[in-house]
C-alpha cells in the first residue's frame, strides 16, 4: 500500500511546472508513460471482452461444426465457408435487402430537409426537432409490437386511412412486396431521427456569418443549401450513407419482431439466427456472420475509395 | 503496438479461445437413484421450470409443501425461466443448470448421458411409465415426462353446433365441407391458423401417427418420405393448404395473436384451431374470464379413420431429467418421481397421466366414448428424424414451412402445391441419403 503511495505522489514533481535541474526519476517517467493507458483501461477491457473476444470466438466456431451446445465439436477447416459459397439459396436474402437500400434514400434525404429546414428559424423548431428525434429514442421491440397493432387488420393504419375516406381491404404484411416495404417504412421511421440529429448537429457547425456574407450577395435558401450546406456537412453525409449501407445489410430487429422473416421479409441476419438457433448449425451461421462483417467492410472500403474524405474548406 | 503485433495478438486470442470451447463432459454415466428411505433424504435441490405462470401465482410451490411432506429434509427451489429453450441451452454449457430441469429440445439425444443422471433402464421403467423411449439411450433412460398431451382440433361446439354438424368429420374432405358450412351459417372464423406466433402451426406435425395410425410413424419419418402419396404429413399440410386456399381462415393471418385467439374462441368468434388436449384448459379458463361457458370447448381428433375407427397419438410434454452434476441426486431424483407419480399435476392440467394405469382425463372422455385410439408411438429413431430435420433445414418441427405453405395456399408466394411439397421430400430423402453413408 504504501509503495503506491509513493508512486501516486511521485508524478507532480517532474513537472515543467516545477524547476530543478535533476531528470525525473526512472519510476515516476514510467508512471507517466502509464497513465494514459490506465485511464483506458476501463474502455479497453470493455471492448475486448464484449466486442474482439467474441468476434475472435465466432471466428473459431467457424471453422467447426458446434451445434451451440453439445460439448463435442470438430474442426471442418473452411468447410463451412465451402457449403456457405455453393448454396445460392443462403445469399438469395440479400434481395430484401434492396427495400431497406430504396428506404434508406428515403430516410436521407428527408432527414436532410428537416435537418436544412429546422436549423433556421422556424416556429415551434424545438418542438420538431423533438418530434424527429423521439422515435429513435424507443426500444426497438416496442417499436415491432407498436407496429404491428398499426399494420393489423382494421388497425391504426387502416382507421387512420378511413378518416380520409379511403377503405383500403389489405393486408399490410400479406404478401412479401407489401410486408417489406411496410417493414422497411417503419425502419425509416425509427431512424430518421438519428440521421437528423447528425445533420442537424453538422450544419449548425457552419458559421452563421456565411449565411449572412450569402444573403447579402443575393444569395435565397436554395443557394445557400447548394453553396454551404451540402458541401459543409459532406464528411457526416459519407458517414450516414455508409451507415445506411451497413444497417440494409443487417437489418434485424424489426423484420424479426414483427414476421419472424416470414412471408419473403427474412434478411440475412434473420438466416444466421435461424441457421444457428433453429437448426443448430452454430458453425455455419458463425462463417455467416463472418462473411457478412466481411461484406460490410468491403462495402465501406469501396466507398471510402470512391468518395475520399477530403477537407472542408468553406472559405 | 504496430498493425502485425495487433493481428498476431487477435490470432493467438482467437486459437486460445477456440482451445476452451471444448469443455465439459468429463463425467458420464452417473446414475440418480430413487432413495430408499424419504425420511432420510436431504439437501436443497433447485428446479428449472419453464412455468413460470405457476411459480407466480404459488402452484409449484403448494407442491412442493405437499412433497415435504414425505421427504421432510429435502427443500426444494424453483427457478421459473421465460426463454426456456434459449437460455437453458446457454446455462447447459456450464455445470450449474439446477438439479432437476426439463430437457431443451435442443440438445441431441446422443448427448443425454453427458448432461443427466441415468434414471433406470427401459424395461423396469416401461411398465410403469408412458413416454419412456423418448429419453432412452443405449438402455439407459435419462428423463421422464409429467404429463402427456393428445393432438387435436380445439373447437367451439356452439358454433358447430350452429353451423348444422353434429357428428365428428372423419375425412379431411368432409371437414372442409364442415368449415365451409361454418362460415356460411355462422360470423365465425372457420379455422385460425395462429400464423404470427409460428408455434401453434409446428403443431401440425403433430398428426404424424394420426393418419396411419401407425405406431411405427416416427421410424417412417426416419427412413421414408414424409411427403409421400397417402403419408402422414402430406395429409396434414395438405388439409391445411386446402383450409387456407378455400379462404376459410381468418383475413389477414400475418398479424394473429395468440393470447387474444384464447378468449375469442371462447366466445364463438374463431370456431377452430389444431393444437392439443393440453390446450383446453387455457381455452376454458379464457371462456370463464370472457364470461363464455367453459364447456363449449370441444375436442376431435383428425379427420381420418382406420378400419372405421379414429386414432391419436399420446405425446410427452417437456422431459423432467436430473442434472448429471447435481450434488443431490437422490432428493431430485425423489422430486421427479413424486412430480410424476403423485402430485397430480397431470390431473391438475387436464393433461394424460404419464403412468400408464392411470384413467384418461375428463377432456378425452369423447374420445373412450366414440372409441378412439391411443397410439403411444415409438421413439427409437426419435433422434434420427430430429438429425435430418436439422441438416436439411426442413424444420417439420419449425415454423417456417408452414408458414411458407400457409403463404402460398393464400396465394403471397406462387407455385404450386405438388412442387412445394416435391421440394421439401428431396431436401428431405437428400440428408437422408448423405446421413446413411
Known sequence: MTDTTEKAAAPPAPGPAVPGPAPAPRTARLWRGATPWLFLLAPLTLLIVFTYAPIANMVAYSFTDWDGVSPELHYTGAGNYTELFTRSDLFEVFWVSGYYLAASVVQIVAALYFATVLSFNVRFRNFFKGVLFFPYLINGVAIGFVFLYFFQDGGTLDSVLSLFGVHTDRAWLGTPASANTSLAAVSVWRYLGLNFVLFLGAIQSIPGELYEAAELDGANRRHQFRHIIAPGIKPVLSLTVILSISGSLSVFEIPYIMTGGATGTETFVIQTVKLAFQFNKTGLASAAAVVLLLIVLAVTWVQRRLVPDDKVDLV | ?437
Not at chain 2, 433412460?141 to 358454433?159: C, D, E, H, R
Not at chain 2, 381462415?249 to 371462447?266: C, G, H, L, Q, Y
Not at chain 2, 392440467?349 to 372422455?365: F, H, I, M
Open chain 2, 1 to 437: 503496438m504496430n498493425r502485425r503485433t495487433v493481428l498476431a495478438i487477435t490470432t493467438g486470442a482467437a486459437l486460445l479461445l477456440a482451445a476452451c470451447t471444448g469443455t465439459g463432459g468429463s463425467s458420464k454415466g452417473a446414475e440418480a437413484k430413487a432413495p430408499d428411505d424419504p425420511s432420510e433424504v436431504s439437501g436443497t435441490i433447485t428446479v428449472l421450470t419453464h412455468r413460470t405462470d405457476l411459480v407466480q401465482d404459488g402452484t409449484m410451490k403448494a407442491y412442493a409443501a405437499e412433497f415435504g411432506r414425505t421427504y421432510p429434509k429435502v427443500k426444494v427451489e424453483f427457478d421459473a425461466v421465460t426463454d426456456y429453450e434459449g437460455e437453458v441451452k446457454i446455462r447447459m454449457n456450464t455445470e450449474n443448470y439446477g438439479d432437476v430441469l426439463m430437457i431443451p429440445g435442443v440438445i441431441e439425444k446422443k448427448d443425454y448421458p453427458r448432461f443427466f443422471a441415468s434414471l433406470g433402464t427401459p424395461a423396469e421403467r416401461s411398465k410403469k411409465y408412458r413416454f419412456t423411449d423418448y429419453t432412452t439411450v443405449d438402455g439407459k433412460v435419462y428423463g421422464q415426462s409429467p404429463l402427456g398431451a393428445v393432438p387435436g382440433f380445439i373447437y367451439n361446439k356452439k358454433v358447430w353446433q350452429r353451423a348444422g354438424i353434429t357428428d365428428w368429420p372423419t375425412t379431411p374432405d368432409e371437414f372442409l365441407a364442415d368449415l365451409k358450412a361454418i362460415k356460411s351459417r355462422t360470423d365465425s372464423v372457420p379455422y385460425y391458423t395462429n400464423f404470427k406466433d409460428m408455434w401453434p402451426l409446428t403443431q401440425w406435425t403433430q398428426v404424424n401417427g394420426s393418419v396411419s395410425c401407425d405406431e411405427q410413424a416416427t421410424t417412417r419419418l426416419a427412413e421414408g418420405d414424409p411427403w409421400a402419396e397417402g403419408a402422414d404429413l402430406r395429409t396434414a399440410d395438405t388439409l391445411l393448404y386446402d383450409i387456407v386456399r378455400e379462404g376459410l381462415v381468418e383475413k389477414d393471418p400475418t398479424t394473429t395473436n395468440w393470447e387474444a385467439s384464447k378468449p375469442r374462441i371462447a366466445k364463438g368468434e374463431i370456431a377452430t384451431m389444431w393444437l392439443g388436449s393440453w390446450a383446453v384448459i387455457q381455452m376454458r379458463g379464457a371462456a370463464e374470464q370472457a364470461g363464455a361457458d367453459p364447456d363449449d370447448i370441444g375436442f376431435m381428433p383428425f379427420p381420418v379413420q382406420r378400419n372405421g375407427k379414429f386414432c391419436a397419438v399420446a405425446l410427452p410434454d417437456y422431459n423432467q431429467a436430473v442434472n448429471i452434476h447435481s450434488e443431490h441426486k437422490e432428493a431430485a431424483r425423489a422430486w421427479l418421481d413424486w412430480f410424476t407419480d403423485k402430485s397430480g399435476y397431470a390431473a391438475d392440467n387436464l393433461a394424460l397421466s404419464p403412468l400408464k394405469d392411470a384413467p384418461l382425463p375428463d377432456v378425452l372422455a369423447p374420445y373412450e366414448e366414440q372409441g378412439v385410439e391411443l397410439l403411444d408411438l415409438d421413439d427409437t429413431k426419435g433422434a434420427e428424424v430430429k438429425a435430418i430435420d436439422n441438416r436439411s433445414e426442413v424444420g417439420i418441427n419449425k415454423p417456417d414451412y408452414r408458414q411458407d405453405l400457409v403463404d402460398l395456399a393464400r396465394g403471397a408466394t406462387k407455385g404450386s402445391l405438388d412442387d412445394f411439397l416435391a421440394g421439401l421430400a428431396k431436401k428431405w430423402t437428400d440428408t437422408q441419403a448423405s446421413l446413411g453413408s
